[in-house]
């Protein structure tokens, strides 16, 4: 069976937030490395070579295929900040009307600047994440 292709790694947080080229990206990532680890309880670690992930856990499908993966993240890709906040995109139309400038994919959230969104809105998303990670795959 194949491996996920993104895994936690040993490489170093900071060292990869401060070689974002943007300022204000780099900024933004700072910012949500601590308030992911404070509502998770997480310190952050790298999954794969761009993703900062809080938290992890074990899933096995009805297909056989396990693994393990990130219960929250977030990658500050080129040009925009992407969010994995499960649970919270579909169900959610009430933070997400609230949230401000932003797309939506599956199972995520694209922001340019955290200037754009509603801090307190996200700090909420984040939270109902958690939960619901929480809920989903317990301990």
């Not at 995520?108 to 801090?119: N, Q, T």
Request: aromatic share 8%.
């Amino acid at each position: 069976m194949a491996e996920n292709k993104t895994q936690a790694t040993g490489a170093d947080v900071t060292a990869f937030i401060e070689a974002v080229a943007d300022e204000t990206q780099r900024a933004d990532a700072h910012i949500l490395s601590g308030l992911m680890a404070r509502i998770s309880g997480a310190p952050p670690k790298m999954w794969g070579p761009s993703i900062i992930g809080f938290g992890s856990y074990h899933y096995k499908y009805d297909s056989g295929r396990e693994g393990d993966t990130l219960r929250i993240g977030f990658s500050p890709r080129k040009g925009q900040t992407v969010l994995y906040l499960p649970g919270t995109i579909s169900g959610q139309a009430d933070l997400l009307a609230r949230l401000g400038k932003h797309k939506e994919g599956k199972g995520c959230l694209y922001i340019k600047r955290l200037s754009d969104v509603d801090m307190a809105v996200l700090e909420e998303m984040v939270r109902a994440s958690v939960g619901y990670m929480a809920e989903i795959y317990p301990d």
